[in-house]
């Protein structure tokens, strides 16, 4: 085993680095989602429903996003250097919205006569983010300019129109996400404006899955090529079928399927579009210039690495686990209240 690991360590770290940002996009994007959907509840309690099922998870998925960042600077410094510069405003951008969105979490609770400006920081914080996303994203399908090593753009090389239609593609898929999450964790009027949004969100990202994937094969040679020709498109052929699958099981479960299929199937749904994202970028760090060989870091450094992770790794996912399994059941309010249809019960489920 240890043989095999030596032999392949470029692949092991991509592999890690792939399950970092994997964790992060899926845990992260239902507290993002919520916070897209925030502005669009039809109730003030709909949004104390929604704010409090997603405080006690919402700090820790977002370690994995600074746990991703340190991998890549760590095990592969040469795309770290090219692609810091490269994205460096959507990337900082994108911090300042995720600092407003927990700023809106600490302050909403206590605010009454500006609770709205907290609603449209945390609801504006949540989109930018996504937004970010998007655009470093279609910035990598794209293609980083690099000259000797170096980025050689500019400070807004990363803008296109391809980012555009990915940011737009990642607010659905964490509005998505987000919808998925509120059916589990909420009932009554809450959940049933979750299943109405669930649709369009759904609507929005298989559009958008299908234009990005065409606009990217129209105007990226190297995805095209990835894609279509033979061999590959015989044995890619699964995950295009299996996503509209997947596609049609979600649009007819979310007002009849189980509240946990659901959920299950978006967050199916989002890693199949990453499953897609990979495919078409490897086995580049940087696309078309940097191979995850080529930009892997000294011997010595990826041991010291090896060591860190297999002592914060299991912390962090243990911690994460810990953190659903004690939240787990449908969320109260900060009063305890349950927010049911008129007349119904409390469920005996609820922890």
């Keep these: 085993m240890i043989a095999f690991l030596t032999?392949?360590?470029?692949?092991?770290?991509?592999?890690?680095?792939?399950?970092?940002?994997?964790?992060?996009?899926?845990?992260?994007?239902?507290?993002?989602?919520?916070?897209?959907?925030?502005?669009?509840?039809?109730?003030?309690?709909?949004?104390?429903?929604?704010?409090?099922?997603?405080?006690?998870?919402?700090?820790?998925?977002?370690?994995?996003?600074?746990?991703?960042?340190?991998?890549?600077?760590?095990?592969?410094?040469a795309g770290y250097y090219i692609l810091l510069p490269a994205f460096y405003l959507p990337i900082v951008t994108m911090l300042f919205a995720l600092i407003l969105r927990g700023v809106a979490f600490g302050f909403r609770l206590q605010a009454t006569r500006f609770r709205f400006v907290w609603d449209l920081a945390f609801a504006g914080g949540s989109i930018l983010a996504a937004l970010c996303q998007g655009l470093i994203l279609g910035g990598l399908i794209d293609g980083v300019p690099v000259a000797d090593g170096m980025f050689a753009g500019g400070p807004f090389s990363f803008l296109s129109l391809l980012g555009l239609l990915c940011g737009i593609g990642l607010i659905g898929g964490y509005a998505l996400i987000g919808a998925g999450w509120l059916i589990l964790k909420t009932e009554g009027r809450t959940q049933i404006f979750a299943r109405e949004i669930a649709h369009a969100a759904l609507i929005l990202v298989a559009v958008m899955m299908l234009v990005v994937s065409g606009w990217s094969a129209?105007?990226?040679?190297?995805?095209?090529?990835?894609?279509?020709?033979?061999?590959?498109?015989?044995?890619l052929a699964p995950v295009p079928l299996v996503t509209l699958a997947v596609i049609v099981a979600l649009w007819r479960g979310i007002w009849t399927g189980g509240e946990k299929r659901t959920f299950a199937l978006a967050l199916v749904l989002f890693a199949l579009?990453?499953?897609?994202?990979?495919?078409?970028l490897w086995p580049y760090v940087v696309p078309r210039a940097v191979t995850v060989w080529d930009g892997l870091a000294?011997?010595?450094?990826?041991?010291?690495?090896?060591?860190?992770?297999?002592?914060?790794?299991?912390?962090?996912?243990?911690?994460?686990?810990?953190?659903?399994?004690?939240?787990?059941?449908?969320?109260?309010?900060?009063?305890?209240a349950y927010d049911a249809p008129d007349g119904a019960a409390r469920p005996e489920s609820l922890s």
């Design 7 to 77: 032999a392949h360590i470029a692949l092991v770290f991509a592999a890690l680095a792939v399950f970092c940002v994997v964790v992060y996009v899926l845990a992260d994007g239902l507290d993002l989602g919520v916070g897209i959907l925030f502005l669009a509840a039809p109730r003030d309690a709909d949004r104390d429903v929604m704010m409090a099922s997603i405080e006690p998870v919402w700090d820790g998925n977002e370690t994995w996003l600074v746990a991703g960042g340190t991998l890549l600077l760590a095990a592969f410094p």
């Design 218 to 235: 129209l105007t990226v040679p190297e995805v095209a090529a990835r894609w279509f020709s033979l061999p590959n498109i015989v044995l």
């Design 273 to 280: 579009g990453l499953i897609g994202l990979v495919v078409s």
């Design 298 to 336: 000294d011997p010595q450094s990826l041991t010291f690495i090896s060591f860190g992770l297999a002592v914060v790794l299991p912390v962090v996912l243990a911690y994460q686990a810990h953190a659903y399994w004690v939240f787990r059941g449908k969320t109260l309010t900060e009063h305890g």
